[in-house]
């Protein structure tokens, strides 16, 4: 009988399951790629950068170094009227 004649599949039956093994994995890989492209948030920076929070505000930071008494009214009068963009005070 034909059907346990080895010499007729010669190495068809490994070849079919490398194939097999290469197209569950493309599919596998597609399917990722197509989940992390959608739920990739917006925005025009991404990695780990665009990850991070936002820290305080100069000008925040300035408050804070104030109210801890590192510096004293009139510097931070000073640093905040130079902050807010009005440039050195005279």
Do not use: K
């Not at 305080?56 to 931070?76: H, K, N």
């Amino acid at each position: 009988m034909f059907w346990y004649d080895h010499d007729a599949w010669g190495w068809g039956w490994f070849a079919m399951s490398i194939g097999m093994i290469l197209f569950w994995a493309l599919i596998i890989t597609f399917g990722v790629l197509l989940y992390r492209a959608l739920t990739r948030t917006g925005g025009s920076s991404s990695g780990p950068a665009a990850a991070r929070p936002a820290g305080p505000s100069p000008e925040q930071l300035l408050a804070e170094r104030f109210a801890r008494g590192e510096i004293d009214e009139e510097e931070y009068h000073r640093r905040l009227t130079v902050l807010g963009g009005g440039g050195p005070p005279r």
